[in-house]
């Protein structure tokens, strides 16, 4: 008799409450899945990002004023890892297990003289440089004409009368092994933030 009575207790529901019921469970797997493939695709694209950062990118925080008016002390800029340098690219280069960053003046078999006022000829021709603020011979301890040697990169800072640059014999041209790269990039202060040749 119970068995009977748990029979007739026992009561199927319409077919419309089974149907909610399975969209609500169907929902919550396609919510579910959807965070999934959300999750999977940002840690891609954040490994993808720490890769390139570290794999194409250098960030420095500048310290000292010798790329001045171009870079502030306390900016922090980008540079692109790349041993291709062009006259004019601020560039980045090991010395003294420190990154110094000037700007590439001249490469191999380059004439470089610069005159007492400070005005700096490649072979023959005055450079333009409105990124300068003042020019000056600043401490220099090369005999002018100065031929860039081989495999080399000749570089000055843009505050000329402060930098120690290829001006100085310790310093001198630079290596394409010290290269690190070219600024690419200023990231900070916000203000400043732009893409730099």
Not at 69 to 84: C, M, N, S, Y
Not at 176 to 188: L, N, P, S, Y
Request: with cysteine.
């Amino acid at each position: 008799m119970d068995k009977d009575k748990e029979k007739e207790e026992l009561e199927i529901p319409p077919i419309e409450l089974l149907r909610e019921e399975l969209a609500r469970e169907e929902a919550k797997h396609s919510f579910r899945k959807t965070l999934w493939n959300i999750a999977v695709v940002l840690i891609v694209a954040a490994a993808i990002t720490a890769l390139a950062a570290t794999r194409l990118f250098v960030l420095i925080r500048i310290n000292g004023n010798s790329m001045e008016p171009t870079l502030a002390d306390g900016e922090v800029i980008f540079l692109r890892q790349t041993k291709d340098i062009e006259a004019g690219d601020i560039i980045g280069f090991y010395y003294g297990g420190r990154v110094l960053l000037k700007r590439a003046i001249g490469s191999a078999g380059d004439q470089i003289d610069i005159d007492r006022d400070g005005n700096v000829y490649v072979n023959g021709q005055l450079l333009d440089e409105p990124y300068l603020e003042k020019k000056s011979l600043g401490k220099c301890e090369l005999e002018f004409p100065y031929e860039v040697p081989e495999g080399m990169t000749f570089v000055l800072g843009d505050n000329r009368a402060v930098s120690i640059d290829s001006r100085i014999k310790s310093i001198g041209s630079v290596e394409a092994e010290q290269i690190v790269g070219k600024v690419v990039f200023r990231a900070w202060p916000l203000s400043r933030m732009e893409m730099m040749r």
